[in-house]
C-alpha cells in the first residue's frame, strides 16, 4: 500500500512513479498469491477476500497494460484502473482488519465496505478531470 501511495503522489514522469508503480503491482500480485492461500483453507470465512483480490489484480493489470501497451485514452485507463485497484485493495484489508483497527472498530462493518470507495472514487475522478493528458 505504501508502494502504491508513493506512486500516486509521485510526478508522473521517469523515475519514482514508475518504480514504485511496478514495486506497487507486483506487491499485489504477491498479496493476491497470499490472499488466495489463506481464501482456499478457509473459504466460508474468506472468500470474499479472493473476490476482492481477483478484482484488484485484473483491475491493475488493466491498468498497467493501458500504459505499457498505449491504448487510445490510455492515461484515463490507466488512472481508473490503478485508482481501482487500490481501492479494492484497501476495502479487503479494512474488510479483514477493521474489527481489530483503533478508530476502525468503532464504525459498523458496512463501513469497511464502503468507506474505501467513498474517499477514493472522488479521489479518481478528480485525477481525471486534472492530469493534462486525461482531458482528452
Same mark, same amino acid.
Given at each position: 500500500?505504501?508502494?502504491?501511495?508513493?506512486?500516486?503522489?509521485?510526478?508522473?514522469?521517469?523515475?519514482?512513479?514508475? =518504480?514504485?508503480?511496478?514495486?506497487?503491482?507486483?506487491? %499485489?500480485?504477491?498479496?493476491?498469491?497470499?490472499?488466495?492461500? %489463506?481464501?482456499?483453507?478457509? !473459504?466460508?470465512?474468506?472468500?470474499? %477476500?479472493?473476490?476482492?483480490?481477483?478484482?484488484?489484480?485484473?483491475?491493475? =493489470?488493466?491498468?498497467?497494460?493501458?500504459?505499457?501497451?498505449?491504448? +487510445?485514452? !490510455?492515461?484515463?485507463?490507466?488512472?481508473?484502473?490503478?485508482?481501482?485497484?487500490?481501492?479494492?485493495?484497501? +476495502?479487503?484489508?479494512?474488510?479483514?482488519?477493521?474489527?481489530?483497527?483503533?478508530? !476502525?472498530?468503532? %464504525?459498523?462493518?458496512?463501513?469497511? !465496505?464502503?468507506?474505501?470507495?467513498?474517499?477514493?472514487?472522488?479521489?479518481?475522478?478528480?485525477?481525471?478531470?486534472?492530469?493534462?493528458?486525461?482531458?482528452?
Amino acid at each position: 500500500m505504501v508502494a502504491g501511495a508513493i506512486a500516486m503522489l509521485s510526478p508522473k514522469c521517469r523515475g519514482r512513479h514508475p =518504480t514504485f508503480g511496478t514495486i506497487y503491482y507486483w506487491g %499485489l500480485v504477491a498479496v493476491f498469491v497470499s490472499a488466495t492461500g %489463506l481464501s482456499v483453507v478457509r !473459504w466460508a470465512e474468506d472468500y470474499h %477476500l479472493f473476490i476482492l483480490g481477483v478484482l484488484a489484480l485484473a483491475s491493475a =493489470t488493466f491498468g498497467r497494460a493501458a500504459r505499457r501497451r498505449r491504448w +487510445t485514452s !490510455w492515461v484515463r485507463l490507466h488512472i481508473t484502473g490503478m485508482g481501482l485497484s487500490y481501492i479494492l485493495l484497501l +476495502t479487503a484489508f479494512y474488510v479483514d482488519n477493521g474489527k481489530s483497527l483503533p478508530l !476502525w472498530r468503532d %464504525l459498523p462493518p458496512i463501513a469497511y !465496505w464502503l468507506l474505501p470507495a467513498a474517499i477514493g472514487l472522488p479521489l479518481i475522478v478528480h485525477a481525471l478531470l486534472r492530469h493534462p493528458l486525461a482531458r482528452y
